[in-house]
Structures are given as C-alpha cells and as structure tokens.
C-alpha cells in the first residue's frame, strides 16, 4: 500500500487512438494536436508495459499487463537482477511507469523471450545472448517518496520525473524526455526518420486514469502516418569528420593532425585526449573514407534534380556508394518541404525498387506541379 492505495491491483491506463480515416486527415489532426501546446510527448519505446511498485514496507513488484490464474499481476522483479539496486535506490512508496526494453533489438515479441519465461532462463538469455540485459525506460510516475500523484496533472508529473532523473541513475535505466508544441513535432520527425517507432503524447493538464482509455488525453503517434516516395541515388556526402556522441571514452576511431595520421584507439587515448594532447575522435565513415549520407532525387522536366539527402544507411551502401547511383529507392520524409525551394527532410530508408524506372519518379508526383 502507498498513501492508503494499493498500486499493485491498478490496472494500466490505455492509449486512445485515432477513429479510422485517412492518412492525410490523421497527420493534420495530429499536427494540430502537437502544435496547440497543449500536449507534452515523448520518444514511445518499441518494447513492453511494466510498472514498478515499491510499497511503503519496501517490497518491490515489477509487473505487466498479465495476470496469474489467481488473479494477481505476475511479478518479474526477479527477471532483472541487474536492476535490483537501482529499484533499491529509490525511496519506499513509489510506483513508475516504463518500458523493459532491449536497445538494440527494439520490440514486444523480443522482451517476450526473456520476461515471460521462468526466472533463471530469463537470467540465462540475458547473460549468455548477444543482445544483453534488459534496460528500463521510465515514462511516468504516479507515487514517489509515499505521496501519491495520481491526483497531479501531466506537466507537474514530468517535471517531478525529470527531477528524479538527476539523481537516481543507472546504466540501464533511462528516463523519457518531453518536448511540447514545435519542437515536439521536430523531435517526432527525427524519431521517425532513425527508425522508432513514434512519440506518445498526453495532455498536460490531464491526470491517470488508471485502467480507464479518455479521448485525446493520452495517445501514440506513430509512423504509420507517413507516405512513402520513390526517389533516385544520384550521389553523395563527404562524411563528418570530428565524432561528438556520448561514447567518446571507448571510442574508437582517432585522427592526429600533427602527423596526418589515423588511429585505432589505445590505452592511453582518451587520457592523452582529456589532456590537451592535439588528437581528435573522428567518425566512422570518414576514419574510413565511406560516404556520409546519399544524395536523392527526382526527374523534373527531363532532367534530374537533388531533393535531399538520405542518412541512416547500411554500411555496405556507403561503402560502395557508386554502385548504387541510379538505383531507385522507396522512403519515407516526415516533412515535404513545400515552400520556394521544396524538398524532403528527415528521410529514412524502406527498400529498393528494382521493379521500377527512374523516369517514373517524378517532381510532380512528390510536390506538384
């Protein structure tokens, strides 16, 4: 029990989803939606519903959407035995909201495999398979430190969750980041466009209903609100050179400008780095002299013109980029640029069309005439 309520027996809050209709009418209202400013969203992760319960005696419930025969929500807290002192950490009467998720291997079916299995073969497959331990993704909080905050609105919820994210960290556990209004939409484009699977988006003002589903209170948007564009290879981009993610540490790829040399990294590189030594991390593809990114067009008028640029792609492709020029591709563009000088952003790659002639990929077809 938590504040005289017992978070183990609530049923989850439902997702409302949008009425069948068309894709163009869904993405309008969602934009509308985004862009009144009456939404927060964050990054939706592709794995599987769990909410963690410490309650006020310290016993800790790790449970899904599923019951046992008796009725009771299972408890996986087992399963993740690396999480335990992260769970152990944090104060008695709490209960979050997350996703169990694998980083690598996104998807309900692939959490299936290790959280609806018994206890020591889900601990197995997760110490001996290529894809390694479970993470947790907390999107929300509905009690913290024995108070209960199921009568708090979405925007002091978030804003309690960010705070607790500062302090209660885990290499395993990463905690959802909102956005509202325009940069919420840019942060759905991007999103889309690496590959996730959407955003979910909820309204500020608006407080848990456990086990209820309230019309545009709580929902996903996802990437079926795309269409997809046929686009021409017809080059591609210098990569970037100087590598600035958050992996710098055990980075590998190095470049030392003294003596125009590169480098695989040593023991002693990121030391000789932090102190002022003139070496800098480079990416990838420009360590090894790889494209960066491709770029796309289309016929206009009988001749091809550049429409954007295509990232994301296979190391192969940017390996061998020439031998893929000319070749027809099917995307998807979050944003169709339709102003002076049109164009598509925020790109990702589905397939390729060998079915197809690049004359049939026209200017028209995307953008008008």
């Not at 800790?60 to 408890?75: E, P, T």
């Not at 909201?97 to 299995?117: A, K, Q």
């Not at 024995?146 to 556990?173: M, T």
Request: proline share 4%; charged share 30%; glycine share 8%.
């Amino acid at each position: 029990m938590i504040n005289n309520i017992d978070f183990k027996e609530l049923e989850s809050e439902k997702y409302w989803s949008f009425p069948r209709n068309t894709k163009k009418n869904i993405r309008d209202e969602a934009m509308n939606m985004i862009f009144s400013g009456t939404y927060l969203g964050a990054r939706k992760m592709d794995g599987a519903y769990y909410r963690l319960v410490i309650d006020d005696d310290g016993s800790i419930s790790l449970q899904g959407r599923n019951r046992s025969v008796s009725g009771d929500f299972l408890n996986k807290y087992d399963h993740v035995p690396h999480l335990h002192g992260f769970f152990g950490s944090l104060p008695s009467g709490t209960c979050l909201l997350g996703e169990i998720y694998f980083p690598d291997w996104e998807g309900s079916n692939h959490i299936t495999t290790i959280m609806g299995c018994n206890t020591s073969k889900a601990i197995q497959r997760q110490e001996k398979g290529e894809h390694g331990a479970v993470h947790y993704y907390i999107f929300d909080i509905w009690a913290w430190d024995g108070e209960s905050y199921l009568d708090k609105p979405a925007k002091e919820r978030f804003k309690k969750l960010e705070e607790i994210s500062q302090k209660y960290q885990d290499n395993y556990v990463t905690y959802a980041k909102y956005y509202d209004g325009a940069k919420l939409w840019d942060k759905l484009q991007e999103y889309l466009a690496d590959g996730y699977e959407g955003v979910v988006i909820t309204k500020k003002n608006s407080k848990p209903e456990p086990g209820k589903r309230t019309a545009r209170k709580t929902l996903k948007i996802k990437k079926e609100l795309q269409d997809t564009i046929d686009v021409i290879i017809i080059g591609a981009n210098p990569p970037t050179k100087q590598y600035t993610g958050k992996s710098i540490g055990t980075w590998e790829y190095w470049f030392d400008p003294i003596e125009n040399r590169k480098f695989k990294v040593e023991i002693d590189t990121y030391n000789r780095f932090m102190d002022g030594a003139p070496i800098v991390p480079v990416t990838k593809n420009w360590y090894n002299g790889w494209a960066g990114s491709l770029k796309i067009g289309v016929y206009r008028d009988g001749k091809v013109v550049q429409i954007g640029n295509l990232s994301g792609m296979k190391d192969e492709v940017l390996m061998n980029w020439k031998n893929y020029i000319g070749k027809v591709a099917e995307i998807v563009a979050m944003e169709i640029m339709d102003t002076e000088q049109k164009g598509l952003r925020h790109t990702r790659f589905l397939n390729w069309r060998p079915d197809k002639d690049p004359k049939d990929c026209q200017y028209e077809d995307i953008f008008g005439k």
